[in-house]
């Protein structure tokens, strides 16, 4: 099709503020901020309904708004940016560039490329419970942790979001270029764009006068209320952390659309825009088999943004979400047509895809898809199957039955080398939950099970405590994420000047000496002649176990200050190894 010009899209706008009007009426939906941009230029900004719903402050083009995931995108061209430099490259093993990133096994080590990493299609699927409402965790925690995800696919086969990968790269950057993730983007990107509003962090965006909050609609009615904005945002950062308006994406876009170019300044190689568009692979085309919504075709994903047919016209977008706000930022390549789309609230998170195809179809002069009534129908349906699936919670619970232990005994730090730790408190007699910064009270289900409430914003958590062969709870097992996880009890941390006492030579019964020594970790180690080593674990006081087997214990024996023997107890009786 040929371009539009500014007159042909005013004219075929004509009453689209009467249907957003609507959609907000139908969606019960708090505010959306719709932009335009043709060729070079922004063409309409306009927003509905309200940045604030509670003050009815009104949405504009110049609301600071959280794009999620369309942060993506500027994180592909900025490892693009290293790439030109000769630091990167897109289809090397990754770690040919980076020696000291570890997958889960040295296949993965061995041939994981960046473009596997910003294309979704490394196999291991997005373990968001890692990070999100994780305070803590810093952008090297993510990067170190890679190696403990196993794959759920193989390699490049699957199309598995992965939040984490882009932790990694945007740390990647950092690593060769010496300068912080968010240092390098706005030197690269934000300030040749004149993206002087954008930020990264919810503390800069409340320092500005004109910013979206967020609102969603509750579970079980159509109140809406005030969520708190998504601050624990700094480790994923380069997954989604950017904060921008419409004036500032419409830049972006600009360039986007221009191969690269922004007011005649070529501001990003083509060539790394050229590479982020390429097929890396190829999604599934889901609304059609599910629903027989053919309208989208053959979908296919690159780097930080994905590709497809929309009515026969060729289109490249990306959605962004995070607690409250979604976007979707989009253009059509053959005719310089794009459009920016914020939406308020969970509950009408539809709207960013649902006013975007309607501006498309308005401009290509296409009979209008009714999206917002699938989309509404499906949501509705939804809602109401969720108010019957809650009132029927718990009815699989096992009645009469007690806790195995007193609630002190479940009391403790678990660990997860991934997930990191669960906190299990006592407070006002009562198990408490702490996982980052949900905190709720525990109350007994059934035998060694515990469950949060239900809780609008963070939902329910239920905790199964396992106990090892000699009756201590030493495990909780909690479904997160995209499986259940097991959090180990954490060991107790000995003095190191004990610990050295500890070490020494021992001698079996049959007269076979063998050492305890203590390493550079910190740890005492079985050292039997011929054998592989074995990690003692601190467990209780100078009991110790081991990882290879759970009904064994050592004992070390302790007389007058000093250590006589090690006692080694297991289902079979108790073995005495004297002290040499």
Aim: aromatic letters at 12%; a negative charge.
């Amino acid at each position: 099709m040929n371009r539009l010009q500014d007159i042909d899209i005013v004219d075929r706008l004509q009453d689209f503020d009467a249907y957003m009007e609507k959609l907000l009426q139908d969606w019960n939906a708090p505010g959306v901020g719709v932009g335009i941009v043709a060729e070079d230029k922004l063409v309409f900004a306009q927003g509905y309904g309200d940045r604030n719903y509670a003050e009815k402050l009104p949405f504009t083009s110049k609301t600071l708004f959280s794009i999620g995931s369309n942060t993506k995108l500027f994180t592909a061209i900025a490892a693009g940016i290293l790439v030109e430099e000769g630091k990167l490259t897109w289809d090397e093993p990754i770690s040919d560039a980076v020696p000291t990133i570890r997958f889960y096994n040295r296949e993965l080590d061995n041939t994981v490329t960046l473009r596997d990493m910003l294309a979704h299609r490394t196999g291991i699927t997005r373990h968001d419970g890692i990070w999100y409402h994780q305070d803590s965790l810093t952008r090297k925690d993510i990067f170190d942790r890679l190696k403990y995800l196993k794959p759920e696919a193989p390699l490049r086969q699957t199309f598995l979001y992965n939040n984490l990968m882009y932790a990694a790269v945007g740390y990647i950057i950092q690593l060769l270029s010496g300068k912080t993730w968010e240092e390098f983007v706005r030197e690269k990107i934000f300030q040749p764009l004149e993206m002087d509003s954008s930020v990264y962090t919810i503390a800069d965006m409340v320092q500005q006068s004109d910013y979206g909050v967020p609102f969603n609609e509750k579970r079980e009615s159509d109140e809406i209320y005030q969520i708190p904005h998504y601050e624990e945002i700094e480790a994923i950062a380069p997954a989604g952390a950017i904060v921008s308006n419409i004036e500032d994406i419409s830049h972006w876009l600009i360039a986007l659309m221009n191969d690269g170019k922004y007011f005649d300044r070529q501001v990003l190689p083509a060539n790394i825009l050229n590479a982020t568009l390429e097929p890396a692979i190829a999604l599934s085309n889901v609304l059609g088999k599910t629903y027989d919504w053919w309208e989208l075709l053959n979908p296919i994903y690159g780097m930080g943004r994905e590709t497809v047919a929309y009515r026969g016209h060729l289109l490249t977008y990306h959605g962004g979400a995070i607690d409250g706000f979604h976007s979707q930022i989009s253009f059509l390549p053959q005719s310089k047509l794009g459009a920016i789309v914020f939406a308020i609230g969970d509950h009408c998170a539809s709207l960013s895809d649902i006013v975007t195809y309607n501006i498309y179809e308005r401009l290509l002069d296409l009979e209008p898809t009714p999206w917002s009534d699938r989309w509404l129908d499906i949501r509705l349906k939804a809602k109401q199957a969720g108010k019957e699936a809650r009132s029927k919670a718990g009815e699989d619970r096992v009645a009469n039955t007690n806790p195995s232990h007193s609630l002190a005994d479940y009391v403790g730090e678990y660990e997860h080398p991934a997930y990191g730790i669960l906190k299990i408190a006592m407070k006002d007699n009562n198990l408490q939950f702490n996982f980052g910064r949900i905190n709720l009270p525990l109350t007994h289900f059934h035998y060694d099970r515990f469950d949060t409430p239900d809780d609008e914003r963070y939902g329910k958590r239920s905790v199964n405590f396992l106990t090892n062969p000699q009756g201590d709870v030493d495990r909780a097992a909690m479904s997160i994420s995209e499986a259940e996880e097991i959090f180990t009890r954490q060991a107790e941390t000995l003095d190191l000047q004990l610990l050295a006492q500890l070490a020494g030579t021992y001698e079996t019964p049959t007269d076979f000496k063998f050492q305890v020594v203590l390493k550079q970790d910190n740890f005492l180690y079985l050292a039997v002649p011929e054998q592989p080593e074995e990690k003692l674990i601190p467990y209780n006081n100078f009991t110790f176990r081991v990882q290879r087997f759970s009904d064994m214990t050592f004992e070390f024996v302790m007389e007058n200050g000093q250590v006589s023997a090690l006692k080694q107890k297991d289902p079979s009786g108790e073995y005495i190894l004297k002290r040499c």
